[in-house]
């Protein structure tokens, strides 16, 4: 009998992550939960198990390389990575905005997702079948105003995935982006707006039905079970009340 393939997802404590742990492990991928916060990853494991599927839990913060280093030593053979850890710091201009949330924003989203694909490389191609998902954001193709430092490291985020492709073409492994626009999760606003939950609803206010966590996961679900020879190389997914990073139709 063929081996339970293996998944892992970064940040999956909370939102995006989350949600896309579930989905694949309902759709069979053995799933391996990291994130900081141990106890949400853990219980969301147990969760998952109660269902009937497959997860663990390890914490892990994915700029600290060595412990990167040492949580890949567990993997010979790894079919999909998701790296979803990242997220938003601040909304001030280029002209103000502090240089410790712009590195911060930097180490997170583009660090982590480099020391954890590096770690992650050899046991990806040794499956003969690897997966690697990027999250990126519409941020990542476009600005806006007080975007900045999230503007930046999203960017940094896709020119990763792209170069990876490029590089490692002719290898057993496909490199997926997935840019979203506009989501609405428990906490990517209010971490951006450092607990001010006013702020944070604000950038979801009139909105006709912003994107859910489920529905990302969804499309990452779907893109990861693609058949093996089909990459898909960027997928842009936004609500229909968003037409861009800086059009979006408010009732209110
Ligand atoms: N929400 C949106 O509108 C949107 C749109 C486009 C793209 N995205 C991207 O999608 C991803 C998930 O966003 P979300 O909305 O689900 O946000 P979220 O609910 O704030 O989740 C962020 C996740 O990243 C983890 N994380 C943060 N720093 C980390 C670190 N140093 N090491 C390990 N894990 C870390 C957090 O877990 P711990 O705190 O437990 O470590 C959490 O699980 C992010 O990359 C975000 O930039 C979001």
């Keep these: 009998m063929a081996a339970t393939p293996i998944a892992v997802v970064t940040g999956a ?7 896309t742990a579930r989905q694949l492990a309902a759709a069979g991928y053995r799933v391996v939960l990291t994130a900081r916060r141990k106890d949400r990853i853990e219980a969301l494991a147990a969760e998952i198990n109660e269902a009937g599927h497959q997860a ?4 892990l913060d994915v700029t600290d390389r060595t412990a990167v280093d040492e949580f890949a030593t567990a993997f010979r053979s ?7 850890a990242g997220g938003a710091l601040g909304a001030d201009p280029v002209a103000t905005g502090d240089p410790a949330d712009w590195r911060q924003m930097y180490e997170t989203n583009v660090i982590g997702t480099l020391n954890v694909t590096q770690a992650l490389l050899p046991a990806l191609t040794e499956s003969g079948d690897g997966t690697i998902v990027i999250l990126s954001s519409t941020a990542g193709l ?14 940094g985020e896709h020119v990763l995935a792209e170069t990876l492709r490029l590089e490692i073409v002719g290898t057993p492994v496909r490199v997926i982006e997935v840019a979203p ?3 609405r999760t428990e906490e990517f606003a209010t971490t951006r707006f450092r ?4 702020k944070a609803a604000k950038v979801y206010a009139g909105v006709d039905a912003p994107l ?3 529905d990302v996961a969804d499309t990452i679900t779907w893109a990861v079970t693609r058949p093996s020879h089909v990459n898909i190389d960027l997928l842009v997914v936004r609500p229909r009340a968003q037409a861009s990073n800086t059009k979006v139709h408010r009732t209110a």
């Design 13 to 19: 404590s909370s939102g995006i992550g989350a949600a």
């Design 56 to 59: 663990t839990a390890y914490a």
């Design 78 to 84: 790894l079919a999909v990575l998701v790296n979803n």
């Design 142 to 155: 476009s600005t806006y105003e007080g975007g900045g430092g999230y503007v930046a490291a999203k960017h």
């Design 181 to 183: 626009g506009m989501v």
């Design 195 to 198: 607990g001010d939950t006013e």
């Design 212 to 214: 859910t966590a489920d």
